[in-house]
């Protein structure tokens, strides 16, 4: 298992697995900084310990248990609705022996729904810090009567497309709000899942709604919804993305004025790197810096989920760097400070959010 990357899976305080993801926030106890970055331990980006597979907030705790178990192939000291029961499945699981996790399913196939904290086998295996799962073990765990559902929102959130395709092969609901209480497409719009989100489309919207759909690149559909000269054409859809959903302080009910309606729109286009859509829109009339969340504006995101040439494209359609947002009273270069993880793509944006900010 990959073991280089830079999510990792803790323990909350309540015993339940965590999860490290790519979003900003603070640890709950600790006075919140005034810009994300500057560098204080509690204030970090993509090395925060999270509460639930998406992005629920409990603090700087690292596992000891699942964590430890993945870097050593170790699986003794994990704890799960099974314990002993089901450590011979889990051990084949962590070791990659498929055999082995055959054979341990035959033997005792009502394990291969047991859980380890929070998750199914499978769905464990939709968590980032052990790379990108085996086809061949996920087989296994298919054939031996895996819960599915769950999995495939999992899927979608952490972007794992030829998951998502092998999933929805083996009777998957595209569907079902098995986790958080939303689909796993919309599960893989609100955390910048392209590659997941292009397959999750190709079965429906589910619920059609027009950040969804623009979120998913649909700009057909987006042109029913929104006319070329800004108006909003159709009920903006039964369901309006609520990032409480997926662990972001609650913000204010969406909002039913048609202009925010667009806004999110745009928010939502920008942040899954949908330029077509972000330029229909913005030509249309809607406001490059609108902030349906959290006095959050699309530029802020798509520097969260290091979509460079959505920072560069924003810009030079006049984005303003200077907005700060709700939560951390932050402008765009502070998220771009917090949030650089040494990558290519947060250098880029560092250097052309810095441009901005003193042109």
């Not at 990959?2 to 697995?17: E, P, S, W």
């Not at 810090?129 to 996920?138: W, Y």
């Not at 952490?158 to 395709?165: F, H, K, T």
């Not at 939560?327 to 993880?341: F, I, K, Q």
Request: glycine residues 8%; charged residues 20%.
């Amino acid at each position: 298992m990959r073991k280089d990357r830079r999510i990792a899976q803790g323990v909350t305080r309540c015993g339940k697995v965590a999860l490290v993801h790519r979003i900003y926030e603070p640890v709950p106890g600790h006075e919140q900084s005034s810009d994300p970055g500057q560098d204080h331990t509690d204030h970090q980006c993509k090395t925060s310990t999270f509460d639930c597979h998406h992005c629920g907030i409990s603090g700087h705790v690292m596992c000891n248990t699942l964590a430890e178990a993945v870097a050593t192939r170790r699986c003794t000291t994990m704890s799960s609705d099974g314990d002993e029961r089901i450590q011979p499945a889990l051990h084949a699981l962590l070791t990659e022996d498929v055999d082995g996790l055959r054979a341990a399913l035959e033997a005792d196939p009502g394990v291969v729904n047991l859980r380890v904290g929070e998750n199914t086998m499978l769905e464990w295996m939709t968590q980032p810090e052990g790379g990108a799962p085996s086809r061949e073990t996920v087989a296994v765990l298919i054939d031996a009567g895996a819960l599915l559902d769950r999995a495939l929102n999992l899927a979608g959130c952490w972007n794992l497309a030829d998951l998502c395709i092998q999933l929805l092969a083996a009777g998957a609901d595209p569907a079902a709000r098995a986790d958080a209480g939303i689909t796993p497409l919309e599960s893989a719009a609100m955390h910048s899942s392209t590659e997941a989100a292009d397959v999750l489309v190709a079965h429906g919207l589910h619920r059609p709604s027009l950040w969804l759909a623009a979120a998913s690149g649909l700009l057909a559909e987006v042109r029913r919804w929104v006319s070329p000269d800004g108006s909003l054409q159709a009920d903006p859809g039964p369901y309006r993305p609520d990032w409480a959903d997926v662990g972001r302080p609650a913000g204010p009910p969406p909002s039913d004025d048609p202009v925010d309606i667009v806004g999110e729109a745009l928010v939502f286009a920008a942040l899954n790197n949908r330029r077509e859509v972000v330029d229909y829109l913005l030509d249309s009339g809607a406001d490059i810096d609108a902030r349906p969340y959290q006095n959050t504006t699309a530029l802020h995101f798509a520097v969260q989920f290091q979509r460079s040439d959505m920072v560069r494209h924003l810009l030079d359609r006049g984005a303003s760097v200077a907005i700060h947002d709700a939560n951390h009273n932050s402008d765009a270069s502070g998220w771009a400070r917090a949030c650089d993880d040494g990558s290519a793509a947060a250098a880029s944006i560092k250097v052309l959010v810095g441009a901005a900010r003193t042109g």
